[in-house]
């Protein structure tokens, strides 16, 4: 039945060659566990791939109940994780994976740096790998906002301040951040919201698409 | 007239890339000033806000005063609590802000034994001055702010906070 309708979509759209472009490719031995258990450290990118994707879609389900709004966005995140069935377990996912996603790019580029993968004629891709690296760390910090309990608030406040002592700029960079010259209230809540959930993620998948495509097109690094 | 004659092709791609860049502006223009309003936005000057702390009650030795005013954060109006350390220096009556100018911690006055009438920052051991200015050598880059201060019916009232003017 699948087949089937493989075959039909196939026989009009001629599918083969994407999927075979997206899907088929050669995995170097000196990169498979299967044939050197060290070369696990090669996981490592597509483990943050993976944790990527569990924190896009517990996201997305998180919001079916979270309000970015001073007054309900804490009961709002209290109602989901205790009311909610699986609540904890969403939360928990998103939360938990946020910390490990951190864990596994650091780990990511470890293994890039050791196996000097990032030389020509890479360099673009690693680039590409310090703006995913900075906007994660971005997603984090917005994202710490959002239950707006006292942890939150108060890191953010301490967040804020160290972007205020950039020189020159970072009473400007604060002010566009927080949405308030003194207060950090109502408008952070909601700006950190709308750049954890659409500005970042955005940024995101384009750097995602330009990782892949690049390493798609310039192969794995040879072994050491 | 010059001899450079303009050809189809180039008038064409001139035309479309100018309307293409008035869509492109017209587009963007409304949504990045959206964006930066707060940034542009003129703060209208703070009103002076009644304490309980009576001038006559005050020493050298610096209180924490706390008070209370309404603020209007957008669309949300609530009622907020703040604290300033009130001492008198001379005849003047001086209020600092308790927020440490290195990272946002609470400062308290004289609570680090080892450096006794010094206001002290848990966080990461900031001290500063009486006058708030900062001591060299811990992480505060800056003296404490200070809150313009006046006095009505015999209490303290507060203003806006300012830049440290004694430090």
Known sequence: MLNKIYDWVDERLDITPIWRDIADHEVPEHVNPAHHFSAFVYCFGGLTFFITVIQILSGMFLTMYYVPDVENAW???????????????????????????IVMMFLHTLRVFFTGSYKKP????????????????????????????????????????????????GELIKVLLAGDATIIGAQTLTRFFAIHVFFLPAALFALLAAHFIMIRRQGISGPL | MSNNRVSRRQFLNYTLTGVGGFMAAGMLMPMVRFAIDPALQTKADGDFVQTSQKVADLTEEPVKVDFSYEQVDAWYTSEVTDTAWVYKS?????????????????????????????????????????????????????????YEVSEQDGFVMLGKKIANTRG
Not at chain 1, 75 to 85: D, G, I, P, T
Not at chain 1, 91 to 97: D, L, N, T, V
Not at chain 2, 123 to 145: A, F, W
Request: aromatic share 12%; proline share 6%; with cysteine.
């Open chain 1, 75 to 101: 009961k709002s995140v209290y109602y989901l994780q205790n009311e909610v069935a699986f609540g904890e377990i969403v939360r928990g996912m998103h939360h938990w994976g946020a910390s490990l996603v």
């Open chain 1, 122 to 169: 890479r360099e673009l891709n690693w680039i590409v790998g310090v703006l995913i690296f900075c906007v994660m760390l971005g997603l984090g910090f917005t994202g710490y906002l959002l239950p707006w309990d006292m942890k939150a608030l108060f890191a953010t406040k301490v967040g804020i301040e160290i972007a205020a002592s950039v020189p020159f700029i």
């Open chain 2, 90 to 146: 001379g005849d003047a009556v001086v209020a600092l802000s308790p927020v440490c100018k290195h990272l946002g911690c609470t400062v308290n006055w004289n609570s680090d034994t080892e450096h006794p009438n010094q206001f002290f920052c848990a966080c990461h051991g900031g001290r500063y001055e009486k006058t708030g200015k900062n001591v060299p050598g811990t992480p505060p880059l800056g003296p404490l702010d200070e």
